[in-house]
């Protein structure tokens, strides 16, 4: 199974980025989808999570200018982000929670990082 994640990026506060994250290999199923974030010098944080009955979570500080969302069959998750904030900026990793075998356990992925920059 891989997690990958695409659409980081370079903009000016106020602007918008769209990521995604796609989910490939053996996968019968996904439980959840999220987007956590680290800037530098600080711990990895949540930003956003939505669930297979397309349920979401986000961090106070995203609420009414980021938006989470997937395909219907939960294999490419999306985040996005509109009027962002110089403090948008960090490392952007997406995560999933995976069946990979029928009647199998959930299985924790993360997909590689992609780089958020706010500055004008």
């Known amino acids: 199974v891989q997690l990958q994640a695409s659409g980081g990026g370079s903009v000016q506060p106020g602007g918008s980025l769209r990521l995604s994250c796609t989910a490939s290999g053996s996968v019968v199923s996904i439980g959840a989808m999220g987007w956590y974030r680290q800037a530098p010098g600080k711990d990895r944080e949540v930003v956003a999570r939505?669930?297979?009955?397309?349920?979401?979570y986000y961090i106070d500080s995203v609420k009414g200018r980021f938006t989470i969302s997937s395909d219907s069959a939960m294999r490419t998750g999306f985040l996005q982000m509109n009027s962002l904030k110089p403090e948008d900026t960090a490392v952007y990793y997406c995560?999933?929670?995976?069946?990979?075998?029928?009647?199998?356990?959930?299985?924790?992925?993360w997909g590689q990082g992609t780089q958020v920059t706010v500055s004008s």
């Open positions: 939505i669930s297979s009955d397309k349920s979401t």
């Open positions: 995560n999933a929670l995976i069946m990979e075998m029928p009647m199998t356990p959930l299985i924790t992925y």
